[in-house]
């Protein structure tokens, strides 16, 4: 019988259990994936006395398994497998609960963020982030300040999900952390506001060193009405990293920036098809009879993409005229 076909047989299902005690960690760790696939009521309970086991992979499969499932017991054992001597257990353990989002480990997690080892605490906050529980805020915003900078990243992550306004000073300061990784997720975090603030803070991300926390800001901008701050946007244009280019692209065609069209379509002719691509749809979105020269200097593009977006950035300009 194949492992893909659920196990309806009770010898079946009590063969795969017996094998979660057979002396090899590998076929203990193959039993659980054959466990899920079965139909029987039992299953979570033979999960849950996996994450028990001696070998670490076997309790991260039985951790990773128990996603599935949101029976009793099940988002208990998985606060005791926070705690887990194996790091990679008390990550799967996180994920798990932050997918299954039952409010009831809300006030287990809250006390465990103040846990001395730094991957329970990140593990903690990111089984947080998906539970959105306002009392998480605080602790969160404490953990912005924590040393380990996988905690600091979770900790974004909780206060851009909860998107209170009154922590916009923190993720502000986030942007400005030292580890890339967190001023990334900061950067990203701030798309939720208007304020000008962290327009600005977005905006100054647009120098970052980092190429990655360049792209997110050129990305989040797009999601900010920001006409003051299209000047970054267009520097960015000129980024080191075409990804930084393409997020910039896309961003100046979403706020519909006029004063862009003339740097959007000098990109017509990068040798990169891509950001031909996206400088022509991002000339579509501003509509601005200035770029149809461009625009029909570009339909002989080579590239059929190309082509195809040139022609309709040409059509949806003419078409805006005519209204």
Known sequence: MSIFEPFEDADDIGAIVGRLNDPDPEVRRCAIFELVETVAPDVPEHLVRALADDEAAV?????????????????RALVYALEDPDE????????SLA???????????????????AAVRAACLRALKGLRLPKALTPARAALADVDADVRLQAVGVIGYLKHPGALPHLIAAARDTHPAVRRAAVGALGFTRAQAAVRAVANALRD?????????????????APTEDGGLIAALDDDYWQVRQKALQSLGRLRSRSAVPAVAAVLTHAIANLRKEAAAALGEIADLRALPALHSALGDPDPDVHKTVRWAIGRIEATADA
């Open 59 to 75: 309790r991260r499969q039985a951790a990773e398994a128990l996603a599935d499932f949101q029976t009793p017991g099940v988002t």
């Open 99 to 117: 997918e299954i989002k039952d409010a009831d480990a809300g006030p287990v997690l809250l006390a465990a963020i103040d846990n001395p080892r």
């Open 88 to 95: 990679e257990v008390v990550r799967a353990a996180a994920d």
């Open 209 to 225: 060193e980092d190429w990655q926390v360049r792209q997110a800001a050129a990305e989040t901008l797009g999601r900010m009405p």
